[in-house]
């Protein structure tokens, strides 16, 4: 005779990339996880510690490359030089909307699991671009804001 808790105990099994859990004898699947998928963690999903810690390190400059309003996301030419630096459109500071070229400062979040490439944080512009009308987050006057 087969001994039926030894059944029912919870097992896991890896099947292409797919994770199942038997429990009583229903089955469940897990999606499958890529690993070329990398975490970001938005400003609404760091934790209290994270976020003290960089608002305790140092400010930088630089210049605003590139912004889609449409993706929120954007990049960021340092002052220092170095790769450009991704920012997220929960990690702008204030109420107007980034363009090409207005001047920035902001603080260095080190992008997980490596934490070996950084992420613009708590950007803010400090100079707009003199010769640009800049939009405000509730205007939308064009259609690839929408």
Not at 20 to 48: Q, Y
Not at 113 to 131: C, F, L, Y
């Amino acid at each position: 005779m087969c001994d039926k808790s030894a059944s029912a105990s919870k097992q896991e099994l890896v099947l292409d990339t797919k994770t199942v859990r038997e429990e009583g004898g229903a089955a469940e699947m897990s999606p499958p996880v890529s690993p070329s998928i990398k975490p970001f963690r938005a400003k609404r999903s760091r934790t209290l510690s994270e976020s003290e810690r960089i608002l305790a390190g140092p400010s930088f400059y630089g210049k605003v490359d590139d912004f889609c309003r449409q993706k929120g996301h954007g990049f960021i030419n340092p002052c220092d030089g170095g790769d450009k630096l991704f920012f997220h459109i929960s990690d702008i500071e204030g109420d107007v909307v980034p363009v090409p070229g207005d001047e920035v400062t902001y603080k260095l979040f080190p992008i997980p699991p490596k934490n070996q490439k950084h992420s613009a944080v708590h950007v803010q512009i400090t100079r707009p671009k003199p010769e640009i009308v800049h939009e405000t987050w509730d205007s939308r006057t064009r259609p690839e804001d929408f």
